[in-house]
């Protein structure tokens, strides 16, 4: 059992707005032979999220704030290189919140550590993306959340993400009218390859008249669901579009995280009223109870191509800042990842 | 039986902005003889209620708009002068929509009209206010939309109108902590009578930031529930103040019912995500099936005096626009009604 050299992303400063190269910086330490009831993991693909930007506020949320100058942490999937532990054997495939680095040596609880199943035909990235986080935060918004029912019109933004590329999926498979929004046309193209019956590019749309006559054209009857990944615009509009009784599931407003000054709201939340709109924010998190029926339902959907994904993937520790700065470019489609 | 002579009053020009005494006109026609299947009734209370202000839009909405130079339509309570049908009596005590008018002959389904019991021990005119619409608006939106539960904390916005005020004190019978706000010391105090814990004059609070500081104080754990009848500044000072898993019933927005142009809406709307909020809008019809649990409740919280109410008396239905404009300046303690 030797010691493995691990580079760390750290968090420089606070990022002001947009996230700058200049923000964060590496720092390398060692993995080191796991001690008693420790293993020593050696990361092989570690995830970017946009709910990370959040974290790189100084406030109080329901994660608590990154700390200036320390390593970063998210998800990440690797295997077990030493092992002093009774339930981990070397070369387990191990998930666990002990992202942005190469490697660690942890007891497995102190970092969120669990044991992957070694016999699912995914690859371990699929455990970052589609079969992971991200996986469940679509399933559960839609499904529980957005109370998503046979034969809605549903609208998602971000559609080309991680959580919206499998929030369309799922909404199909349900035997649902689905429109997405992304930015630009290989998106939408993709977003279309995945089921949809409309993609809206949001870029070419212009602004919010133009996102709003594009999604009126989509929808003439309007839309009984909205699952939000974007805010801003795309929140308004689904307001102005939606029907009585329509329900939104408000997973992540990314075109707002970087804001410096407060935004204004959406200029027509007085049709919450007279449509009887239902509007929640959610959190995966608390959603964890449906873990087991969604890897039940994806693993059958995946398994019988009824469920595709798609990877974005960076190269390297050092360009895991760049990968997480993409997010908010919208360079990725599907789950923006890194490969260790 | 013999004709009586009823006047009206009716929409002579859509208002803009704030209703003007100039927007309404008066007709005087006959209340006939009923024909077959007929009844006539000489209202004696009629009700003017935030809603209506919608109405007077020409626009799609839940209920359609109100027709220019058409008498006007609204909640109202009366006695059966005259009768051609088997299930009327001379004398009955009527509940219809045929308000705005000081008598009416109809077929009672043609204007959704009621036979009110005789022997609740309420006056008359209870059934336009807690006994009525507004009671049961009150009652389904806590319980139901907002989910009241046990322990709450609980903001109450137009605390002292007719809705709010009957929320406040649904809400302490449930056992929860209630914050209410109203517009001026005198309503303050009223809603302290009817047992709220705190009372926030937003008059004298001033602006935003001070409604937001008096929230802070009342509430200094924050809030469970919210109840809206304001809309506006109370709404974002509402979200800003939320617990996490926070539930909001928006009922109305009486301060943007007059807006000309499209407002911004709350700047926290982000904060939507992070806190797992769930804001929900409705309308009383909806939940008529709460119906006879509501009167249930309400005739035992009545008569054991846990449930008090207020009423504003306008005199003669010339008054009628007076009252209803007295709405949107707070000229009313609990439920602003008409005397015919």
Redesign the interface.
């Known amino acids: 059992m030797t010691a493995i050299s691990s580079t760390g992303i750290t968090l420089k400063s606070r990022p002001v707005g947009e996230p700058q190269a200049s923000d964060f910086g590496t720092e390398v330490s060692e993995a080191g032979a796991p001690a008693a009831g420790q293993i020593q993991v050696k990361n092989s693909w570690m995830s970017v999220d946009p709910y990370m930007r959040?974290r790189m506020y100084d406030r109080e949320?329901?994660v608590p704030p990154f700390q200036i100058g320390e390593v970063l942490t998210g998800g990440a999937v690797g295997r077990v290189t030493a092992t002093n532990h009774p339930d981990y054997a070397v070369g387990d495939l191990v998930q666990s919140m002990a992202g942005w680095r190469e490697a660690w040596t942890a007891p497995p609880e102190a970092v969120m550590a669990v044991k992957l199943p070694g016999n699912t035909g995914l690859p371990d990235s699929a455990f970052l993306g589609i079969a992971g986080m991200p996986g469940l935060t679509a399933y559960a918004g839609i499904l529980r959340v957005a109370e998503l029912k046979e034969g809605d019109t549903v609208f998602v933004s971000g559609a080309a993400g991680a959580v919206g590329s499998a929030v369309v999926q799922i909404a199909k498979i349900k035997g649902c009218t689905v429109i997405g929004s992304a930015g630009g046309a290989e998106k939408c193209a993709f977003v279309k390859e995945l089921g949809a019956d409309e993609c809206i590019d949001y870029r070419a749309a212009g602004d919010y008249e133009g996102l709003l006559a594009a999604l009126r054209a989509a929808a003439p009857k309007g839309i009984d669901v909205y699952f939000d990944n974007v805010?801003g615009d795309h929140?308004?509009a689904a307001i102005e579009v939606a029907r009585?009784m329509a329900r939104m599931a408000?997973?992540?407003?990314i075109s707002?995280y970087n804001?410096t000054e407060?935004?204004?709201?959406?200029?027509?939340?007085?049709?919450?009223?007279?449509?009887?709109?239902?509007?929640?924010?959610?959190?995966v998190s608390?959603h964890a109870d449906m873990q087991p029926a969604f890897l039940a339902d994806m693993s059958q959907w995946i398994a019988s191509g009824k469920m595709k994904f798609e990877e974005t993937v960076m190269e390297g520790v050092e360009n895991a800042p760049a990968a997480f700065m993409g997010l908010f470019s919208g360079q990725n489609k599907g789950k923006m990842l890194v490969k260790l």
């Open positions: 959040g949320s329901y805010g929140f308004q009585p408000i997973c992540g407003m707002q804001d407060p935004r204004p709201g959406p200029n027509n939340v007085i049709q919450i009223v007279g449509k009887q709109l239902q509007i929640r924010g959610f959190i608390t």
